[in-house]
């Protein structure tokens, strides 16, 4: 689940909700005890917010610590998963809605040996790849930068994503983190399709958040919250999802298998034994489908 923030100007900068992900996963690192989930500063470099960025509402350390557990928990659920399948011999992946990803800065000699396309709109894009650039990092050959309107792209999306090297023949794992609920079930149920029409052999990784009445009691002032604070800065909410209306869409869309893993299930993967309590908030379930 995330909450709302200050507006950005997401023609000529980043998402403020892709910001937010990236200083919680910062936060994650500086906040908590080790040992820890996902260890990731470069997005905070790359997002190089004021001084001041610890002190926002949106980053208290108690206050939000679920929602910061609950990204970094989604974030290393995926990258374990791609790790997995190029363990396999996928060596394509595909990240819609990239945000402030750092993957492919992060786990160098991984990425190496895959095709990275971040999928993400025009403007955010363009910053993104102007602070790596500024950062050192650079865009590499293997690391390509797809700009894409999910919700005026219709199927363009796809084609504009193997006009940058992908190869729809071979296949891949395709992320989609912290998305859905900012698409109307129209363009979610589209973006399926064309993820299912990929090679035999393709992963999909999809998040969803569940309505007030699948959330935990404890967790939901802060789902409405969020709602209220997406709706503030001008990103609203516009899609909730039960497990079985996403297993519905998936199906629908042509995936040959797919499966509910429900939050919980990565609160204990990857947070059982700590000392602290610290436990990602409920709320986001993910797709997991093959084709």
Do not use: N
């Not at 399948?85 to 992946?93: H, L, N």
């Not at 990425?111 to 865009?139: C, I, M, N, Y």
């Not at 079930?185 to 699948?214: H, K, N, V, W, Y």
């Not at 909730?240 to 919980?264: I, K, W």
Request: charge should be negative.
């Amino acid at each position: 689940m995330t909450a709302g923030g200050p507006p950005a100007d997401t023609r000529t900068g980043p998402d403020g909700t892709a910001v937010r992900c990236a200083l919680w996963r910062a936060m994650h690192v500086r906040a908590d005890p080790p040992p820890h989930v996902l260890e990731d500063e470069i997005g905070l470099r790359i997002a190089d917010p004021d001084d001041g960025w610890r002190t926002r509402p949106d980053m208290d350390p108690q206050a939000t610590r679920g929602f910061r557990a609950a990204v970094v928990a989604r974030a290393r659920f995926i990258e374990d998963l791609v790790i997995e399948q190029a363990g396999r011999g996928v060596d394509q992946y595909v990240l819609l809605g990239a945000g402030l990803d750092t993957f492919a800065q992060r786990a160098p000699e991984a990425a190496s040996h895959l095709s990275v396309f971040e999928v993400d709109r025009p403007g955010p894009q363009e910053w993104k790849r102007r602070r790596l650039t500024a950062l050192g990092h650079g865009v590499p050959d293997r690391l390509h930068l797809v700009p894409v309107d999910f919700e005026t792209s219709g199927g363009a999306w796809s084609e504009q994503l193997t006009a940058a090297g992908f190869d729809p023949g071979r296949p891949a794992v395709v992320a989609s983190s912290g998305v859905t609920m900012y698409l109307t079930e129209e363009a979610t149920a589209a973006t399926l399709r064309q993820i299912a029409r990929l090679a035999p052999g393709s992963t999909l990784a999809m998040t969803f958040l569940l309505p007030e009445d699948l959330v935990a009691e404890a967790d939901r002032p802060g789902l409405r919250a969020s709602t209220a604070g997406a709706r503030g800065s001008g990103t609203p909410f516009r899609s909730f999802y039960t497990p079985e209306e996403m297993l519905r869409l998936a199906r629908e869309a042509g995936f040959g298998e797919a499966r509910h893993v429900p939050g919980t299930v990565l609160a204990e993967r990857y947070f059982a034994g700590r000392t602290d309590g610290l436990r990602p908030s409920t709320g986001e379930d993910l797709l997991l489908a093959t084709t």
